[in-house]
Structures are given as structure tokens and as C-alpha cells.
């Protein structure tokens, strides 16, 4: 049997080892990268638990995980919180399955209500699941003008439109143009905005495989922000803002193809945009770029709770939290949002 271990947050050689496996495992994803065990220990004091499987001195699989810990949501044990993947990455079943009986084991240790594993695929049928997202995943070609012609014509129209307007993009240095447009935009949409230190964080601990590509009017105005993540051969947009006057200009479609023109320029071959709720503005936007949804696999064991947990803002009992939300100053929404979403992941 696999023998299973945990990883010690100041064990540089063992981060360098997990590393190594993680990007040389075909199920690993960005947020299997040891990293994210130093920002979410560092911004948001998450207790983690990075458990691995050994065949001697050869790791066979990971299991990252975070206990978040609410007053409001309750305490949880998942894989991992601010991912849109995690769960197990495994050479064999043996592995994976002494990783998620490990997890089992320390979850009930813990006394949380409930692990979750946040996966691609479906491991478990018999284990309670969260069928509410999908996420849209598609190769980008080798040829610049081809990328742009494999968009469907409508939504190739509003990325001609933006570059006919004369928009910039430029990558930066820090996160301080992305933090604004993208605090106002959560702002506007009644949700607490993330720490600008967790985007500093994010910069300092993975460097140019996060990297901030942010458009501008050809005035100099800020119109639209994303924040990437580079893993392999894969770009992930992840977080992301607009001001007011982008759509307009067609600046949030020009910001794309721009990420994908410079993604296929870097020699990338797998878009990745990030997972949508079925059903949102969000999940029609990425249709029109010719992506198929793909549902995502969060599966659950449940300790403390009769049903999966739905601490999202399709819950309809968050709705007057988030009309009121709307209405805080933006400073001090800035403020407050840090110690109510550090408990959401």
C-alpha cells in the first residue's frame, strides 16, 4: 500500500518534490501547485494539508487541502478553497484512494461538517456532488488568424470592434490597475471583493506564471483587467474586471482575444476559461466564443450536514445580503469584504 504523508510548509526540498510531480502529472492542475499552501496560509491563515502519497522515495499522487473555518458558513475541509479544480492528482487508484482515506480520516479528526473535492472528473457516484458549474476548455491553434477565425462570427465582430476602437494591452508590473477595476466590478455585482494583498501574494509566489494583462481606451483610460495563470501548455484567465464604458468598446472582448493571441505567440495549446454557474451572463459569454461547457465534479462527504452546501450568490437567501452590498461605500466594501470572503473559497 502507499505509504501517506504530509508536507511541512518550510520543507523546501519536499516543495520542490511535489512540484516536480505535479507538473509532470497529466491529472494535476495549477492549484496543485505547493504554492498556493504559502497564500492561503499567508493571507487568509487557512490551517492546510498537503498530503502525498510515496512508493519509497517516488511521490505517486497529491491531495491539497484547506480547513476553512466560518462563523457564518461553518467549518469545511476542501481541495482546495479559491480553486476551480483540486481534489486528488494520482499515478494509480491505489494511491488516490489511500489519499481520500487519509482525507476522510483527518476530516472527522477535525470535527468539520463536510470534505469537498473539487475535480474534473467523477470519482465517486455514490457521494453527493455539486452539479451547478461547468467550466469551457478549448485547444488554441497554432496559427494566430486561424484562433481568430475558429471564433463565431457575431462575437469575432465585437474582438474587430474593440481593435478597430484602438485599444492597448499591456502586461504590468503589480496589481494595482487590475485591483481597481476588479473591486468595482464585484462591487456593482453585490459580492465581497478579495484582499488586494492575495493578488500581490499570488504575483510574489508563482511570478511570471501569473501575470496581469490589463486594456486601455487609446486616451490612457482603464477599461478592462484580467489576471492569468500559466501552467504547462494551458492560460488561465482567471480573475478579471471591467469599467463601465468596456462594454461599449468592446474592451472585455478585445482583452480575450488579446490573452489568446499572446497565449498562442507563447506556444499555449489549451485555453481555459474558468468555470461559470449554468445559466449566467458569464456561461452565455463564453458560448459565444465557441466554447462547450463542461460540467465540474465537486463531490462531497458529509459529517455534519444533511445536504451539499450552496454558499454561492445563486442562493436566493443571499439575496438581500447582496442588494445591501451594493449599496456600501466602495472603501469601505474594500475594507469589510476580506473577512467575509476569506471564508467562502
Not at 473535492?117 to 491553434?141: C, M, N, S
Not at 458529509?302 to 437567501?317: C, E, I
Request: glycine share 8%.
Amino acid at each position: 500500500m502507499p505509504r501517506i504523508e504530509r508536507l511541512d510548509p518550510k520543507d523546501a526540498a519536499g516543495a520542490a518534490r511535489w512540484d516536480e510531480f505535479v507538473m509532470a502529472s497529466p491529472a494535476a492542475t495549477f492549484f496543485h501547485r505547493v504554492g498556493w499552501q504559502r497564500v492561503l496560509g499567508e493571507v487568509f491563515r487557512h490551517g492546510t494539508h498537503y498530503l502525498y502519497a510515496t512508493d519509497g522515495q517516488r511521490i505517486t499522487g497529491v491531495l491539497p487541502l484547506a480547513h476553512v473555518k466560518s462563523l457564518l458558513f461553518g467549518s469545511a475541509l476542501t481541495s482546495l478553497p479559491f480553486a476551480v479544480y483540486g481534489g486528488v492528482a494520482a499515478d494509480d487508484e491505489a494511491s488516490a484512494a489511500a489519499l481520500e482515506r487519509e482525507a476522510d480520516t483527518l476530516a472527522q479528526r477535525l470535527g468539520v461538517q463536510h470534505l469537498e473535492l473539487r475535480q474534473l472528473e467523477r470519482r465517486h457516484e455514490g457521494w453527493p456532488a455539486q452539479d451547478l458549474y461547468v467550466t469551457f476548455r478549448k485547444p488554441i491553434l497554432p496559427d494566430e488568424e486561424a484562433n481568430l477565425l475558429a471564433i463565431p462570427r457575431k462575437q469575432r465582430a465585437m474582438v474587430r470592434k474593440g481593435i478597430k476602437n484602438g485599444l492597448q494591452a499591456a502586461v504590468d508590473d503589480g496589481v494595482e490597475r487590475f485591483f481597481a477595476l476588479y473591486a468595482d466590478n464585484v462591487h456593482r455585482h453585490g459580492t465581497p471583493a478579495l484582499p488586494k494583498r492575495y493578488f500581490e501574494a499570488l504575483r510574489r509566489e508563482f511570478g511570471r506564471d501569473c501575470e496581469v494583462l490589463t486594456v486601455t481606451a487609446p486616451d490612457g483610460r482603464l477599461l478592462s483587467s484580467v489576471l492569468t495563470f500559466h501552467f504547462r501548455n494551458e492560460v488561465l484567465p482567471y480573475y478579471a474586471g471591467d469599467d463601465f464604458a468596456a462594454r461599449e468598446l468592446a474592451a472585455n472582448d478585445f482583452k480575450y482575444w488579446e490573452l489568446m493571441r499572446r497565449a498562442c505567440a507563447r506556444g499555449a495549446t489549451l485555453f481555459d476559461y474558468g468555470r461559470s454557474k449554468q445559466g449566467t451572463g458569464p456561461y452565455a459569454f463564453k458560448k459565444n466564443w465557441g466554447f462547450e461547457p463542461q460540467p465540474l465534479h465537486y463531490e462531497y462527504r458529509l459529517y455534519k450536514r444533511d445536504a451539499v452546501p450552496q454558499n454561492n450568490p445563486a442562493n436566493a437567501k443571499y439575496r438581500l445580503m447582496i442588494e445591501a452590498w451594493r449599496r456600501l461605500p466602495l472603501g469601505f466594501a474594500n475594507w469589510l469584504g476580506p473577512f467575509v470572503v476569506r471564508s467562502l473559497g
